[in-house]
């Protein structure tokens, strides 16, 4: 390109018209081209140069799109895609001053230097410019504009008091959906614009913003690059951004440049932000240079080589890595695409391959790919070198089944906004990659399908934005009755849905309130102020009625793998937690019923736990005497030691670890034991009744709120035998490899002592252990642990010996203690 055109640098803040200047300058000649810093800058322009020169004359050349007619003439690019090997009439650089970006300002001060017009080059930047112009381009002519309208501060304001037409600029995507979601909230939606949006996407729900149909848009800092719309007040939700490695406050001239997207041609606009103090508000100092447009000059651009040698891989890195020789520019920061050339020149393979000229070219151009999905230098550097691969051998076309794939794996439209984002952005990648002409053997087919995927992604993210970040219905009904929510005329049905002039906006289930999936409008604050009172009322009737219910109204919800809790007319009024002892959980009341005042809640609270009280002594009465037993003073340590055991195991306990006490028992602490409807069993002690479906149910609910955990799944009681290894808890004992019912184990233990005659050798009748579905094995060991030892068969059939006592086995694990854990160990200790 010819660096004999002089060059004109139109510097200024925003609203100066400098865009629309250039724009009037490019098509007054008779080709041109101008370099801007965003896609969705350059399709903006394009769509407009179109409408005045028709889409056979006009480019759009991107990373990502390239429209370009054999006869194009007038050129819209970003930055990167300018074609610099044109010979243009005209040539622009839009927002020149990002040549200080430390991240792409190397890009910005290549074209600075280098891009030129055949007639004329014209440079476009902010005032902080104009030293760099004077020491760069000596002879270049500047011409400062001044701002059409007037721009002022207007104080910090509150999301839920920013004036119509207000854009809120956040610093990231999260920030970006969270402020959204508050405005859905509280002003029934806003438009979001950010960078990363592709220009369908973007267009779409700008002219959201533009028709009317939201009041509010959330952007990333991409606002400030010359994206044109109606906006009267930007507000700063945030005053530090993170710049690609660090963290980092604002400069007053980027404040400056999106704050100066408020205010159009005469019409003024306002500025501020978020908060009144901390690092979130505006200093004194920066509010008085953004009102009077005064930055501090640049002092340096970043600069690398634009047009590198070739010769070779370490010729290609020594030049990237050069030092300018103007004293105004600096060497940038190592880009990804400099990183990553550097860590594939440490393979031998892509030495091998890059040995010439033409193939350092397409090495470097493979490195040039950008990272879309941001994943960093290694992610990305190891998706370049398949791709050098493939386009360093055969005909260097990278396959089409592999690109076929990919493409294919991206087409799909489900998911939400951050995962169809996510899609678009590996979708710019391989449309990048489509706009390479040879780098596929059919790069025209896989371009229009990347296009394609790009545009059913962008409307289906669109739709999801609007799902997720616009309530239609909220906006229309404000707009109907203006501010005052107390005009909603607020019904709510037979069925729990709440109206509003017949449109549902969800449904009181109970005493929460959840939003109709087809309306997000009920969760709106300024529309649930009409309905509160109503909805108030509502919710004491249903908890008056909820602490006079009957027993038969309130039930137990105890599903494997859920919290145990408490229900009322098919809701969830209430959950289980630890409490002071097994048999009195704690009764915490859902959240839902914080609604409702304190003494009502008490009420409720009160009523829950009555009938709590009479349930358990309805359906599992030997928990409650095991833990008087416990408690009692007065009753013998070794019957305290048994009834804390049997407490903190829920009604079973192993006899092994309690020998010694149960040995001790006397005969009126067994009766104790047995009226409270205890089993002494040979190898267990347990509460028989609770191995019934219904108290074995009250049971597993009891341990979980013991231990604040869901209720564990266990195995059907019907079942007499099952695979060794048990829940910890359960009524079943491990013997050899199989888990015995405990109280079928003490049928056999009875059975066997039934028929032994002192120590002399029987055989037991096999009829109840074959009927059980004992395994021979496992009642063998089953008699090793009753105290048996065998004896000589009588003609084939098994014998025992009654040893005299059962020998102290393993117990298996017991359910941790609870409120009486210790209390065995601390008796026994005591004596």
Request: charged share 25%; proline share 7%; aromatic share 6%.
């Given at each position: 390109?010819?660096?004999?055109?002089?060059?004109?640098?139109?510097?200024?803040?925003?609203?100066?018209?400098?865009?629309?200047?250039?724009?009037?300058?490019?098509?007054?000649?008779?080709?041109?081209?101008?370099?801007?810093?965003?896609?969705?800058?350059?399709?903006?322009?394009?769509?407009?140069?179109?409408?005045?020169?028709?889409?056979?004359?006009?480019?759009?050349?991107?990373?990502?799109?390239?429209?370009?007619?054999?006869?194009?003439?007038?050129?819209?690019?970003?930055?990167?895609?300018?074609?610099?090997?044109?010979?243009?009439?005209?040539?622009?650089?839009?927002?020149?001053?990002?040549?200080?970006?430390?991240?792409?300002?190397?890009?910005?001060?290549?074209?600075?230097?280098?891009?030129?017009?055949?007639?004329?080059?014209?440079?476009?930047?902010?005032?902080?410019?104009?030293?760099?112009?004077?020491?760069?381009?000596?002879?270049?002519?500047?011409?400062?504009?001044?701002?059409?309208?007037?721009?002022?501060?207007?104080?910090?304001?509150?999301?839920?008091?920013?004036?119509?037409?207000?854009?809120?600029?956040?610093?990231?995507?999260?920030?970006?959906?969270?402020?959204?979601?508050?405005?859905?909230?509280?002003?029934?939606?806003?438009?979001?614009?950010?960078?990363?949006?592709?220009?369908?996407?973007?267009?779409?729900?700008?002219?959201?913003?533009?028709?009317?149909?939201?009041?509010?848009?959330?952007?990333?800092?991409?606002?400030?690059?010359?994206?044109?719309?109606?906006?009267?007040?930007?507000?700063?939700?945030?005053?530090?951004?993170?710049?690609?490695?660090?963290?980092?406050?604002?400069?007053?001239?980027?404040?400056?440049?999106?704050?100066?997207?408020?205010?159009?041609?005469?019409?003024?606009?306002?500025?501020?932000?978020?908060?009144?103090?901390?690092?979130?508000?505006?200093?004194?100092?920066?509010?008085?240079?953004?009102?009077?447009?005064?930055?501090?000059?640049?002092?340096?651009?970043?600069?690398?080589?634009?047009?590198?040698?070739?010769?070779?891989?370490?010729?290609?890195?020594?030049?990237?890595?050069?030092?300018?020789?103007?004293?105004?520019?600096?060497?940038?920061?190592?880009?990804?695409?400099?990183?990553?050339?550097?860590?594939?020149?440490?393979?031998?393979?892509?030495?091998?391959?890059?040995?010439?000229?033409?193939?350092?070219?397409?090495?470097?151009?493979?490195?040039?790919?950008?990272?879309?999905?941001?994943?960093?230098?290694?992610?990305?550097?190891?998706?370049?070198?398949?791709?050098?691969?493939?386009?360093?051998?055969?005909?260097?076309?990278?396959?089409?089944?592999?690109?076929?794939?990919?493409?294919?794996?991206?087409?799909?439209?489900?998911?939400?906004?951050?995962?169809?984002?996510?899609?678009?952005?590996?979708?710019?990648?391989?449309?990048?990659?489509?706009?390479?002409?040879?780098?596929?053997?059919?790069?025209?087919?896989?371009?229009?399908?990347?296009?394609?995927?790009?545009?059913?992604?962008?409307?289906?993210?669109?739709?999801?934005?609007?799902?997720?970040?616009?309530?239609?219905?909220?906006?229309?009904?404000?707009?109907?009755?203006?501010?005052?929510?107390?005009?909603?005329?607020?019904?709510?049905?037979?069925?729990?849905?709440?109206?509003?002039?017949?449109?549902?906006?969800?449904?009181?289930?109970?005493?929460?309130?959840?939003?109709?999936?087809?309306?997000?409008?009920?969760?709106?604050?300024?529309?649930?102020?009409?309905?509160?009172?109503?909805?108030?009322?509502?919710?004491?009737?249903?908890?008056?009625?909820?602490?006079?219910?009957?027993?038969?109204?309130?039930?137990?919800?105890?599903?494997?793998?859920?919290?145990?809790r408490l229900g009322w007319q098919g809701i969830e009024v209430a959950r289980l937690r630890p409490g002071p002892a097994l048999t009195r959980p704690r009764v915490d009341l859902d959240r839902a019923l914080d609604c409702l005042d304190r003494p009502l809640r008490d009420r409720v609270r009160a009523r829950l736990e009555e009938w709590l009280t009479a349930q358990l002594a309805r359906h599992a009465p030997p928990?409650?005497?095991?833990?008087?037993?416990?408690?009692?003073?007065?009753?013998?340590a070794p019957l305290r030691v048994v009834a804390a055991a049997l407490d903190g195991g829920a009604g079973i306990a192993a006899r092994a670890p309690l020998a010694e006490s149960v040995d001790a028992l006397s005969p009126e602490d067994r009766k104790r034991l047995r009226d409270a409807g205890v089993t002494i069993g040979a190898l267990d002690l347990f509460a028989g009744a609770l191995l019934r479906p219904g108290?074995?149910?009250?049971?597993?609910?009891?341990?979980?709120?013991?231990?604040?955990?869901?209720?564990?799944?266990?195995?059907?009681?019907?079942?007499?035998?099952?695979?060794?290894?048990?829940?910890?808890?359960?009524?079943?004992?491990?013997?050899?490899?199989?888990?015995?019912?405990?109280?079928?184990?003490?049928?056999?233990?009875?059975?066997?002592?039934?028929?032994?005659?002192?120590?002399?050798?029987?055989?037991?009748?096999?009829?109840?252990?074959?009927?059980?579905?004992?395994?021979?094995?496992?009642?063998?060991?089953?008699?090793?642990?009753?105290?048996?030892?065998?004896?000589?068969?009588?003609?084939?059939?098994?014998?025992?010996?009654?040893?005299?006592?059962?020998?102290?086995?393993?117990?298996?694990?017991?359910?941790?203690?609870?409120?009486?854990?210790?209390?065995?160990?601390?008796?026994?200790?005591?004596?």
């Amino acid at each position: 390109m010819r660096a004999s055109s002089p060059v004109t640098a139109v510097l200024g803040p925003t609203n100066t018209g400098k865009t629309h200047l250039a724009i009037e300058r490019l098509t007054g000649h008779s080709s041109g081209m101008i370099g801007f810093p965003l896609r969705l800058l350059a399709r903006e322009v394009y769509d407009r140069v179109v409408k005045v020169k028709g889409a056979k004359e006009v480019a759009l050349i991107t990373g990502e799109e390239r429209i370009c007619p054999p006869g194009a003439r007038w050129f819209l690019c970003t930055a990167e895609s300018m074609p610099l090997d044109r010979e243009l009439a005209f040539v622009a650089l839009d927002e020149a001053q990002l040549g200080a970006d430390a991240e792409r300002g190397h890009v910005f001060t290549d074209r600075l230097l280098r891009a030129r017009g055949r007639e004329e080059t014209m440079l476009l930047g902010s005032e902080s410019l104009r030293p760099m112009v004077k020491a760069l381009l000596p002879k270049a002519e500047i011409i400062g504009r001044p701002r059409f309208s007037t721009l002022s501060y207007a104080g910090a304001r509150k999301l839920s008091r920013l004036p119509k037409r207000s854009v809120v600029v956040a610093f990231s995507a999260e920030e970006v959906y969270a402020v959204a979601e508050m405005l859905r909230r509280l002003r029934g939606g806003a438009a979001v614009v950010m960078g990363a949006l592709s220009p369908r996407t973007r267009n779409a729900q700008v002219a959201m913003f533009q028709a009317g149909e939201v009041d509010y848009l959330v952007a990333t800092d991409a606002i400030g690059m010359g994206l044109n719309m109606d906006v009267a007040h930007v507000a700063f939700a945030s005053l530090r951004k993170f710049d690609g490695r660090r963290q980092r406050r604002l400069t007053v001239a980027e404040m400056a440049q999106i704050a100066g997207r408020a205010g159009r041609h005469q019409r003024d606009g306002t500025f501020g932000a978020l908060h009144e103090e901390g690092p979130g508000a505006f200093r004194p100092e920066e509010v008085l240079a953004i009102e009077q447009h005064r930055f501090a000059p640049l002092e340096t651009l970043y600069w690398r080589e634009g047009d590198p040698s070739l010769a070779s891989i370490d010729a290609l890195i020594a030049d990237l890595e050069a030092r300018p020789a103007d004293p105004v520019l600096r060497a940038a920061p190592e880009a990804i695409d400099l990183a990553v050339l550097k860590r594939l020149a440490e393979e031998d393979w892509v030495r091998q391959r890059a040995r010439g000229p033409a193939m350092v070219a397409r090495l470097w151009a493979a490195c040039g790919v950008p990272d879309f999905r941001k994943l960093g230098v290694e992610p990305h550097g190891r998706f370049v070198a398949r791709l050098f691969q493939h386009l360093s051998e055969g005909q260097g076309h990278i396959p089409a089944d592999w690109f076929a794939g990919e493409v294919a794996r991206l087409d799909n439209v489900a998911g939400d906004v951050e995962t169809i984002a996510g899609r678009i952005a590996a979708a710019r990648s391989w449309a990048y990659i489509a706009h390479r002409a040879d780098w596929l053997a059919d790069p025209a087919h896989w371009a229009e399908r990347t296009r394609a995927l790009e545009e059913r992604l962008s409307d289906a993210l669109h739709d999801r934005l609007r799902q997720r970040f616009v309530d239609k219905r909220t906006t229309l009904l404000l707009r109907q009755i203006g501010a005052d929510a107390n005009a909603l005329p607020v019904v709510i049905g037979e069925q729990g849905e709440v109206l509003v002039e017949e449109h549902e906006l969800g449904r009181l289930e109970g005493f929460r309130f959840t939003v109709a999936a087809d309306a997000r409008a009920a969760d709106k604050r300024l529309l649930l102020a009409a309905a509160e009172k109503r909805l108030g009322a509502e919710r004491a009737r249903r908890g008056a009625a909820l602490a006079e219910a009957g027993d038969d109204a309130v039930t137990l919800l105890a599903e494997p793998g859920a919290s145990p809790r408490l229900g009322w007319q098919g809701i969830e009024v209430a959950r289980l937690r630890p409490g002071p002892a097994l048999t009195r959980p704690r009764v915490d009341l859902d959240r839902a019923l914080d609604c409702l005042d304190r003494p009502l809640r008490d009420r409720v609270r009160a009523r829950l736990e009555e009938w709590l009280t009479a349930q358990l002594a309805r359906h599992a009465p030997p928990l409650a005497g095991i833990a008087a037993i416990a408690r009692d003073p007065a009753a013998p340590a070794p019957l305290r030691v048994v009834a804390a055991a049997l407490d903190g195991g829920a009604g079973i306990a192993a006899r092994a670890p309690l020998a010694e006490s149960v040995d001790a028992l006397s005969p009126e602490d067994r009766k104790r034991l047995r009226d409270a409807g205890v089993t002494i069993g040979a190898l267990d002690l347990f509460a028989g009744a609770l191995l019934r479906p219904g108290p074995a149910r009250w049971r597993a609910a009891l341990i979980a709120a013991r231990h604040d955990a869901p209720v564990a799944e266990t195995p059907p009681l019907s079942a007499s035998v099952l695979p060794r290894g048990q829940p910890v808890g359960s009524p079943w004992r491990d013997i050899g490899g199989q888990s015995v019912r405990i109280d079928l184990v003490e049928r056999i233990a009875r059975a066997a002592h039934d028929a032994r005659r002192g120590r002399t050798p029987f055989a037991p009748d096999p009829a109840l252990a074959t009927s059980i579905g004992l395994k021979p094995e496992t009642l063998a060991k089953l008699m090793a642990q009753l105290g048996f030892s065998p004896a000589p068969p009588d003609e084939g059939q098994p014998r025992w010996r009654w040893r005299g006592r059962a020998p102290r086995v393993k117990a298996p694990p017991a359910v941790p203690s609870g409120a009486f854990a210790g209390l065995a160990e601390l008796v026994a200790r005591r004596g």
